[in-house]
């Protein structure tokens, strides 16, 4: 049975097609630099978002047209693998990422819940042996259910924290029997609302037991996996304890986790920490944290999560610069945390959502590899701190001056000379590859 009996396989067609269902820029085989566009990008479809998101918001019931919604329960599940695969055939996207709740529904126990992801796993195992697509990360829901309103393993409750651990437990199993090249932690309700009635040291202290043990049960059970933690600073929860890369890499040096851990970095979230997406991944790239990226784009007019399909070219060449200044993502990829708009209701948008996704982050690539061939920014940058490369610049980087030289030095300057940041002539340049990149092609 076909789901998306209309859509063919999408293609690359150039950026000169008028065909809503072909790909402009993403050019799969294309070589950027040694690599392949398919190799550098390894996108990902996020489960949650297209196959169980129904659309609905805080003013309106489910809309979205699905056709594997004529079934409920166990069955809708594996209608929804049927769905996916066809997907991810027709798509051509080499990874996919789901939670366990995605995937299999909840059962009355957890040990329903166990059996129903245990079927459900097997399925998807075996549609994995005729696919192309793997899986790229997976993760479990500890924050929908209302036991986990206080939290999962930072709740004040010591039985959340176990049925918590449970599920990763479980998780990193169902992660293992599946080839998942990646673990997430997202925090979820992992946070708090007011301090009036909250022990902060005793949560933050659970959350580090809680990922040494995750970490100690993945080497128990031989899952070769790289462990992910996606910052969010608000939402659901006031205050996430995960609030960016900055608090999460100082919390994860606390509690001596740094070595097992990287970021998996998403763009809307780092604008509602008030960062630009450029700078949570140079912040997790110059600590050698970077790990893998969800990939969207927040509203500018609008402070909460929008999950949006990325489509800002400007965006997704800084993003690129900093993935390709990173060596590439490694393990990790572009997954696309993101939702169609409420209006795009049908289907086929399911589609013309990811190529505009894709699409944009294959700009993004080619600007950002010609910037870097360029070395544009480089550059600017040898420009910028030239000062540090002789001189006095010279004896602070190589630390061979203190507080006294310093003195000396400073007390005999007669003037300070300060140069031009030249940020409109950098801005122009940018745009000006921008457009060059799609002129030639
Ligand atoms: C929530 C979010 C999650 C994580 C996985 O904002 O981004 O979907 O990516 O739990
Ligand atoms: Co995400």
């Not at 979205?64 to 166990?74: C, E, F, H, L, V």
């Not at 600017?380 to 602070?396: F, H, M, W």
Request: proline share 3%; glycine share 8%.
């Amino acid at each position: 049975m076909s789901y998306f009996a209309n859509v063919d396989k999408i293609k690359y067609e150039g950026p000169t097609s008028t065909n809503p269902l072909a790909f402009k820029y993403y050019n799969p085989d294309e070589k950027i630099g040694n690599k392949t566009m398919e190799d550098i990008l390894r996108f990902g479809v996020a489960y949650w978002h297209t196959f169980t998101e129904d659309l609905s918001d805080p003013f309106g019931v489910g809309i979205a047209i699905r056709p594997w919604d004529k079934y409920t329960g166990m069955d809708r599940a594996k209608a929804r693998v049927e769905a996916a695969f066809e997907f991810f055939e027709k798509l051509n996207v080499p990874y996919f990422c789901f939670h366990d709740v995605d995937i299999a529904p909840e059962g009355s126990t957890l040990r329903e819940s166990n059996k129903n992801l245990d079927t459900i796993v097997a399925m998807i195992k075996d549609y994995m042996k005729d696919s192309k697509t793997e899986l790229l990360w997976n993760t479990v829901n500890s924050f929908t259910h209302p036991r986990f309103v206080h939290g999962a393993a930072s709740s004040n409750n010591a039985d959340v924290f176990a049925y918590a651990a449970a599920k990763v437990k479980k998780g990193l199993e169902v992660g293992k029997e599946l080839g998942a090249e990646n673990y997430v932690f997202w925090g979820g309700r992992e946070g708090y609302e007011t301090l009036l009635n909250t022990d902060m040291k005793l949560e933050l202290d659970n959350l580090g037991r809680f990922f040494h043990m995750a970490v100690d049960y993945a080497k128990e059970i031989d899952f070769d996996t790289q462990f992910l933690i996606e910052p969010k600073p608000k939402e659901p929860t006031t205050h996430q304890y995960d609030f960016d890369v900055a608090s999460g890499y100082a919390f994860l040096q606390n509690y001596d986790l740094q070595e097992n851990f990287k970021f998996n970095i998403e763009a809307n979230h780092a604008t509602l920490a008030g960062h630009t997406f450029e700078h949570e991944l140079y912040y997790a790239r110059i600590h050698g944290m970077l790990g893998s990226v969800d990939a969207n784009q927040g509203h500018p007019l609008l402070g909460w999560d929008t999950d949006e399909f990325p489509t800002d070219l400007y965006t997704t060449t800084l993003a690129m610069y900093e993935i390709l200044k990173n060596g590439g993502l490694g393990r990790g990829g572009l997954n696309f945390d993101a939702k169609v708009r409420r209006g795009s209701f049908e289907p086929v948008d399911l589609f013309e959502a990811h190529i505009a996704g894709m699409d944009s982050f294959a700009v993004g690539l080619k600007v950002a590899q010609k910037l870097i061939d360029d070395k544009v920014l480089e550059s600017v940058l040898e420009d910028r701190y030239k000062s540090y490369s002789e001189g006095i610049g010279l004896d602070i980087v190589e630390g061979k001056t203190d507080f006294h030289k310093l003195e000396e030095y400073a007390l005999e300057l007669s003037e300070i000379k300060n140069e031009s940041g030249k940020l409109e002539r950098i801005k122009s340049t940018i745009n000006q590859y921008l457009l060059n990149a799609m002129v030639n092609k």
